[in-house]
């Protein structure tokens, strides 16, 4: 079974940038999906990006676009590249995978999941 642990999360004021990762316990084969997710204080889980490892395609979320891009090393790591920050992007956010050739921005079909990496916007 894979594992995933993100890291990169902090502290960042308005308008900044933020890179943050998730390392897969072993290579990534091309049947797998990985997506983040971020869940802020008293929200439900939200769907970020996707990526299919088969077809290479990314799924952002809409509200997201042209502020955060996924993208894999094609060996062991996801990266969620966020721009121009806003404080309601402050959130736990999640990497998850499932076996599919396809991936999806609903959390209900992902089955592995990492324990999250904390990111706070300061105003």
């Known amino acids: 079974e894979v594992h995933f642990v993100e890291s990169g999360g902090g502290l960042v004021q308005a308008g900044g940038s933020l890179n943050v990762s998730c390392e897969a316990s072993e290579f990534i084969s091309d049947d797998y999906a990985i997506a983040w997710f971020r869940q802020a204080p008293g929200k439900e889980r939200e769907g970020v990006a996707c990526?299919?490892?088969?077809?290479?395609?990314t799924l952002t979320a809409e509200s997201m676009k042209g502020r955060f891009t996924i993208s894999s090393d094609y060996d062991k790591k996801i990266y969620l590249h966020m721009n121009s920050l806003k404080p309601e992007d402050t959130a736990i956010y999640y990497c998850a995978g499932m076996t599919s050739t396809r991936c999806s921005l609903s959390a209900a079909v992902y089955t592995n999941w990492g324990p999250g990496t904390q990111v706070t916007l300061l105003s």
């Open positions: 990526i299919s490892m088969y077809t290479s395609r």
